[in-house]
């Protein structure tokens, strides 16, 4: 254990052709990510393997293309137009098997560069914001790196590190990177009404970030006995378990706490979940197993998506072949809720995108990936309403979508029905 003054001598250990774990996410390690940089003149094909990050991301641009290789497990929007399936590229996988690429040794790590809470009285940090796949990465790389953060949460759960398990870390006292809220659309908030009265009370639920998730959590202030099993929560959830609309008494996993692998949002839920001992936050092989999920009741899990064709095919991850995200929790998710007693698995999106193309299509574009198959899917909600297409047909399911669909798309897309099939 080594501590340093500077960023760049506490990663001064990396050498040309290691490759690097990042922790992600509010945690993104800047500082750390800024003393690689400062030392991209002698390294060369380092591998930098990480979930989504915060920040500008510039170990992807063209100017350390000799130094540094990335390969992403989800593509964040500062990554998005760095992408050249090459030097910069996306490692399609579900969620809760990347700890296993790195348990296993198939993406075997040499470093893990990770940010953390301060140790407490007997010298344990904790992994804050994102246990996610930051616990394997720890547990299988043989240099850990840590920035020791001040104002990083320490979470209960899975992420504790001690002290002396970090080989060379810095002290910081910075703000943790912020997801903000903007004001929901018409068209979200509808979604949120529609898809709300699916939920029923005493549902554990899946959500994740952004404005739909947002919307369906407003609608659940009314709801008594929820619980939250999830990959991942944000300020929509704290606000639901500071009302009392979630107590998680219903849960069989878990009961009484709120389940999740990593959070983001505000300062205000930095600091609702600090020290908080009924909130956990556990390695994400464990939450998004679908036998674990399938355990609690009535599992009603949230997922957005990019488009679905006319027979219920979920493309999420892309538009077309450009990707824009990343597999995820979603499958996880879909297939644990659908396993669950009771459990609900929902596909939300707006009928068309923000520039006007519909997202209801008689085809996915082409090279768009399936990341939830027709036969796993069972909801679809727009602001139109609620497509139930589990145990349809396929003309069944295309009539069910073309309803909710946006109306003036509607003809189109009974007209393509028929000279498909």
Known sequence: MARHNSAEDAVACIESGMRVFLHGSAATPVR????????????????LIHLHTEGKARYADTEFKDSFRVANLFVGANMRKKLDYSRVDYLPCFLHEIPMLFRSGRRPLDVAIVHVSPPDAHGFCTLGTSVDAAKAAVEAAGIVIAQVNQQMPRVHGDGFLHIDEIDHYIEIDEPLFEHPIRPLKPEEKAIGKFAAEL??????????????PDAVLEFLTGHRNLGIHTEMWSDGAMKLIQSGAVNNTQKKVHPGKTVSSFLMGSRELYRFVNNNPSVVQLDVAY???????????????????VEVDLTGQVCADSVGSRIISGVGGQMDFIRGASLSPGGKPIIALTSRSEKGFPRIVPLLRQGAGVVTTRAHVHYIVTEHGIADLYGKTLNERAKALISVAHPDDRENLDRAWHELH
């Open 287 to 305: 939450v998004n197993d679908p036998a674990v999920i399938r355990r609690n009741p009535k599992v009603t899990a949230i997922n957005s998506a």
């Open 199 to 212: 939920i029923e009370d005493g549902a554990t639920l899946q959500m994740g970030i952004g404005s739909i």
């Open 32 to 47: 750390m990510i800024e003393g690689l940089l400062a030392h991209a003149g002698r390294l060369r094909d380092v591998e």
